[in-house]
């Protein structure tokens, strides 16, 4: 069975920072790319980031660009995504999501910021 | 960056009705478009790949269908659990953009 489980959301203060994690089983994890997408309160979908394979092709939103950083471990079959300067606006819930076109999803993880 | 355009924002149906749901991209996105369903406090569930290809286990009153670059959702034969917010979703060029949803009521 695919699972992918989210982790390290919480409460932080403006310009913090947090580390997301994604363990992932079922599947072979090192043969799949895979994006965040996160969901303000009562918001849409918003596609944030994605990272190849090989980690060698990775995208931003504008929105995240120089704040936040995609990685992943195919060892230890998990994604990661650090988020720094944290604002009021990244308040949300962050999903990883499988491929191109992401067929699994996690359940997600909560981020507030706020003081 | 490419824009999906979305509509309705929200409509409503009763059971056994057909819904249609429209996306329309600013650009050529060469079928790499998805439609998503989610229900409240739940992530969003794939029902269509490259525009018109039913994923796995997604009952067949869902159909896609493309026709340059509008996209379209069907939903036939209405049931009750299908009341959910749908996405679309280009794949075609970075950054990948969602539409802004339509909220399904049943």
């Known amino acids: 069975e695919v699972q992918l489980v989210e982790s390290g959301g919480g409460l932080v203060q403006p310009g913090g920072s947090l580390r997301l994690s994604c363990a992932v089983s079922?599947?072979?994890?090192?043969?799949?790319?895979m994006n965040w997408v996160r969901q303000a309160p009562g918001k849409g979908l918003e596609w944030i980031s994605y990272i190849s394979t090989s980690s060698s092709d990775i995208q931003y939103a504008d929105s995240v660009r120089g704040r936040f950083t995609i990685s992943r471990d195919n060892a230890k079959n998990s994604l990661y995504l650090q988020i720094n300067s944290l604002r009021a606006e990244d308040t949300a819930v962050y999903y990883c999501a499988r491929g191109m076109i992401s067929d699994y999803w996690g359940q997600g993880t909560l981020v507030t910021v706020s003081s | 960056d490419i824009q999906m355009t979305q509509s309705p924002s929200s409509v409503s149906a009763s059971v056994g009705d057909r819904v249609t749901i429209t996306c329309r991209a600013s650009q050529g996105i060469s079928s790499w478009l998805a439609w998503y369903q989610q229900k409240p406090g739940k992530a969003p569930k794939l029902l269509i790949y490259?525009?018109?290809s039913l994923q796995s286990g997604v009952p067949s009153r869902f159909s896609g269908t493309e026709s340059g670059t509008d996209f379209t959702l069907t939903i036939s034969n209405l049931q009750p659990e299908d009341s959910a917010t749908y996405y679309c979703q280009q794949a075609h060029s970075f950054p990948f953009t969602f539409g802004q949803g339509t909220k399904l009521e049943i």
């Open positions: 079922g599947f072979t994890f090192n043969t799949f790319p």
């Open positions: 490259a525009a018109s």
